[in-house]
């Protein structure tokens, strides 16, 4: 729905331009499935994981693990299955309470290995006797931005011998397939419009949205609907025009659709420059009035 | 950026609204926090109201001297949000209010940890929590999650506890190192609109502090010290410093009342055994003494403010009260003395769940029984830190510590309201405040 107010105290709206509501219903709907090979180590093990050879991301893009890694999070939730932990991870809604063990290493990167034993310093301490059959953890990579590059499933298995050192992380033990909706319904904008997003509640990615994570505002020419893979998002991402929001709520429409034709469509995103989510915090169509 | 609004007096009616402009400054530094100036015609003492709507419902503080010169501090506004506000005049002639102003505040950080709302919660417009992972934090909350207010540390320090200070214009609280390897000791006094942050040394404290209506802070301080054949064992005591973080007394000091056991544990701090691990502190001004949190003890005990002396020990071995009925409670934190006895947050040492327990205290009969049981989730143990704070209707607020979420329960025990924080954020002792806001210093 598409909300209009008019404030007559305001002085930041020109006499014909319109105070545009961005709201839930006008995003652009991101879907993300995730998928793990399984990496089995030896029960109740002090294993080591070394991701030396990892050149790519859960999302197939470019990621030197051993050098662009500075977090590293062992993970187990109360009532989640690996997939559920990982697109809570991915939405950024993961809370504290739905993590059942943990540990992490944060700050002092790049990390290139790591081994359960040093991960002993939260509470209740992840120990090698919880690397046990049936309860799997997702070793979890984060880059100095702190956004998930990689979550590999760990498991700890009876049949594996504790023979052996470190495991190795290879491309394609977790891999996260992302689509974007791109026939959401468009939201009308004309020259001098202003865009306000305060009442946004939830992200694109189907979290919850926080404003702190918009900073900028990019827009790129949209051309045709449907549907469309990361690769073709980021490709299109790429090419657009960006402006600080200044972390304000509201700012006026984008340069490129005030000067567009009427009819002409835009890829909008309320993105992050400095935080760098995995995804915009949310993304809407944008149609000139 | 900074904004600035002005608004003239577009629909004046007689008898409630004053014929005078008004000023909203956003603060750069916290932009949820607004001055408000005005110049009223008649004198009187001024106040703000505000809100997310023209019927406002919230109210700050108002001025306690009559003036035609008013300068109001708003905060409680959430971040990211439109709201409204007027500027009220009491004066001898009767109450003049502004035209409304709507206002904008700025979005929050994006380091913050953010936080899950559910259910309404009834007190407490604004939570302090100090909140911590590989940062610190000191947050307010507002019941739907949202942020009020906000200060962030630095990597590597730990805040523990929070409060608004005894005069309403800042938020107070500690720091301390995470791994406790080096003295960070200090209490911080932010401005409301956080223009202005004293960082006051408070040297090798950790864990709590609390303000003193004079001026100035009591603290826990570690006391290490060599003891018996090589042993390097942390001892407590309770400090009081000046408002500038000078020493002005030592309270008490736990070497001069107790010898350590033979067999303790290492591992909380590097300094050396960890003996009592006292974790809260508060004081109650009418009675003139502080009651101190001793966790490795299971113990609670009343210190006399001025003579230093135990006036009664709680719980564990000696404990000068006998438990008449009831569990006693195990690791403890955050007691705090009502009319009728004391609220604990009883943590259990390594069991399933952690509760929030009351006991009956009969000095006379030398006993404490308890009298009232919340148990917290099963299966979510809180090895550190938790709180509660009670209010008159019966409701209460629970910081449940390292389970990350906090919640408001009511007299029945039902869970009105709860918020859980980002995955890795620890939750520290709390304040719960009603009105943030009011006359700026």
């Keep these: 729905m598409i909300g209009l107010v008019l404030l007559a105290c305001d002085p930041g709206l020109d006499t014909g331009s319109e105070r545009v509501l961005l709201s839930d219903d006008d995003l652009v709907a991101l879907a993300a499935v995730p998928s793990f090979t399984p990496l089995y180590v030896a029960a109740a093990y002090d294993a080591g994981f070394d991701w030396t050879a990892v050149t790519t991301d859960w999302l197939g893009r470019p990621f030197s693990a051993a050098t662009e890694t500075y977090g590293v999070e062992f993970i187990r939730a109360q009532d989640l299955s690996p997939e559920e932990l990982a697109l809570a991870l991915v939405r950024d809604d993961l809370t504290q309470d739905m993590v059942e063990l943990y540990g992490w290493e944060l700050g002092n990167g790049p990390y290139s290995s790591a081994r359960v034993s040093e991960f002993d310093d939260h509470t209740p301490a992840l120990s090698p006797s ?60 004309g020259d001098g419009d202003q865009l306000d997003w305060h009442q946004l509640t939830a992200s694109s990615a189907g979290g919850r949205f926080d404003s702190a994570n918009a900073t900028f505002m990019a827009s790129v020419p949209l051309a045709g609907g449907g549907s469309a893979t990361w690769d073709e998002l980021a490709s299109l991402l790429d090419g657009a025009d960006s402006v600080p929001t200044g972390g304000e709520v509201r700012v006026d429409a984008p340069l490129p659709i005030a000067a567009a034709t009427p009819g002409d469509r835009f890829l909008v995103a309320l993105d992050c420059d400095h935080c760098e989510p995995l995804f915009p915090a949310a993304m809407f169509i944008a149609e000139r009035r | 950026m900074l904004a600035l609004f002005l608004l003239g007096c577009l629909a004046c009616s007689p008898g409630d609204a004053g014929d005078y402009e008004v000023s909203v400054v956003r603060s750069e530094v916290v932009p949820t926090v607004f001055t408000v100036t005005w110049t009223s015609d008649e004198p009187g003492t001024g106040r703000v109201e505000f809100g997310p709507d023209e019927d406002y419902g919230r109210v700050t503080a108002s001025e306690s001297e009559s003036g035609t010169e008013h300068r109001i501090v708003v905060a409680g506004v959430p971040a990211a949000s439109v709201w409204h506000l007027r500027a009220v005049t009491e004066t001898a002639g009767g109450e003049l209010a502004s035209a409304d102003v709507e206002i904008e505040s700025g979005a929050a950080s994006p380091s913050l940890p953010t936080f899950s709302a559910s259910g309404k919660r009834k007190h407490g417009s604004n939570l302090i929590a100090p909140v911590f992972s590989d940062h610190p934090f000191v947050l307010g909350l507002d019941g739907e999650g949202r942020y009020t207010w906000w200060w962030e540390g630095e990597s590597d320090d ?48 950790h864990h709590d502090f609390v303000e003193l209506p004079e001026g100035g802070y009591a603290y826990l301080k570690i006391d290490v010290r060599e003891y018996g054949d090589g042993r390097v064992i942390v001892g407590d005591s309770v400090v009081e410093i000046d408002e500038a973080g000078a020493l002005v007394s030592e309270v008490w000091n736990a070497w001069d009342e107790w010898t350590p056991p033979d067999d303790l544990s290492n591992g909380f ?102 009298d009232w049981t919340y148990a917290g989730p099963e299966g979510n143990w809180i090895a550190l830190l938790g709180d509660a704070i009670p209010y008159d209707d019966g409701n209460m607020l629970i910081a449940w510590g390292t389970g990350g979420f906090i919640s408001e329960i009511d007299s029945d025990g039902n869970q009105n309201w709860r918020a859980d924080a980002e995955f890795g954020h620890i939750i520290g002792f709390l304040d719960s405040v009603e009105s943030l806001g009011g006359p700026a210093e």
Excluded at chain 1, 146 to 160: F, I, K, N
Excluded at chain 2, 165 to 187: H, K
Excluded at chain 2, 333 to 356: I, K, Q, T, W
């Design chain 1, 130 to 189: 919880h690397l046990t059959p049936g309860d799997p953890f997702l070793l979890v990579l984060r880059d100095v931005h702190e956004s998930v590059r990689l979550a590999v499933l760990v498991e700890g298995s009876e049949s594996v011998a504790s023979s052996r050192d470190d495991y190795l992380l290879v491309d394609g033990m977790g891999t996260l397939a992302v689509t974007a909706a791109l026939d959401a319904t468009p939201v009308p904008l």
């Design chain 2, 158 to 205: 730990v805040y523990t506890r929070a409060r608004l200070s005894l005069d309403g214009t800042a938020i107070v609280f500690n720091r301390f190192d995470e791994d406790r390897s080096i003295d960070r000791g200090a209490i911080y006094r932010v401005s409301l609109d956080g223009t202005d942050a004293q960082e006051i040394p408070a040297e090798l404290s």
């Design chain 2, 269 to 370: 701090y590097p300094q050396g055994e960890d003996w009592l691990h006292c974790n809260t502190i508060e004081y109650d001004a009418e009675r003139g003494v502080y009651l101190v949190s001793v966790r490795n003890e299971s113990m609670v005990m009343e210190l006399d403010r001025a003579t230093g002396e135990i006036l009664w020990t709680l719980g564990g071995e000696g404990s000068s009260l006998a438990l008449a009925s009831g569990t006693a409670f195990e690791h403890q934190h955050a007691p705090l003395r009502d009319d009728s006895g004391m609220l604990v947050f009883d943590n259990r040492d390594g069991e399933s769940r952690s509760y929030v327990r009351h006991y009956a205290i009969d000095e006379g009969a030398g006993t404490y029984a308890e």
